[in-house]
């Protein structure tokens, strides 16, 4: 029962949000995933809707009318042209071309997590806070216990010492990696 009742909501989903059209611009959350190839679409992010064009995310601040007569409203409510309603839960998206799924993070760099680093870039060592980085003026200690020095080079907690090499990054939870461009 409850697997034909997934296959009815998946159903009414797909009828429902089968097309969009633009109604606004964007400012608050991600970019698209790979699957929205750059299409504007809303989504539930931190239990608000947030509607994004061109890639800039704003909120949703009015309903937007979808092609096939369904309707999303800014308290992530899908009013189905049948008469049914749905929920958009949270990080569930909608693209203009109608296509319901989880968000995805876009897919830049998987080495780079979003926390903090450091990394030797053309031969100076580089703190990268909120992506933005500027150049290492002291030793910083990170989670594990571990010291990055302004040199690159790194003291680890059981005494040992290695050397950060060009383009190597250590995240502030102290794993090492190769930086591997955008």
């Known amino acids: 029962?409850?697997?034909?009742?997934?296959?009815?909501?998946?159903?009414?989903?797909?009828?429902?949000?089968?097309?969009?059209?633009?109604?606004?611009?964007?400012?608050?959350?991600?970019?698209?995933?790979?699957?929205?190839?750059?299409?504007?679409?809303?989504?539930?992010?931190?239990?608000?809707?947030?509607?994004?064009?061109?890639?800039?995310?704003?909120p949703l601040t009015e309903p937007v009318k979808l092609n096939n007569g369904a309707k999303v409203n800014v308290d992530g409510s899908v009013n189905l042209p049948d008469g049914k309603t749905i929920k958009i839960k949270e990080n569930e998206m909608v693209t203009m071309s109608g296509k319901m799924s989880m968000y995805k993070a876009p897919a830049k760099d998987k080495s780079v997590s979003q926390e903090n680093y450091v990394m030797m870039y053309k031969g100076k060592m580089m703190k990268i806070v909120s992506g933005t980085p500027s150049p290492l003026t002291e030793p910083v200690k990170l989670n594990n216990g571990a010291k990055v020095n302004v040199d690159g080079s790194v003291n680890l907690p059981d005494g040992k010492t290695i050397k950060i090499k060009e383009n190597e990054m250590v995240t502030m939870s102290g794993k090492m990696s190769m930086y591997k461009g955008k």
């Open 1 to 58: 029962m409850k697997k034909m009742m997934l296959v009815m909501i998946a159903a009414c989903i797909g009828y429902g949000a089968s097309a969009q059209t633009n109604h606004g611009d964007g400012s608050a959350c991600a970019a698209p995933s790979d699957t929205a190839k750059q299409e504007n679409y809303v989504m539930m992010y931190k239990g608000k809707m947030m509607k994004i064009v061109s890639g800039t995310p704003s």
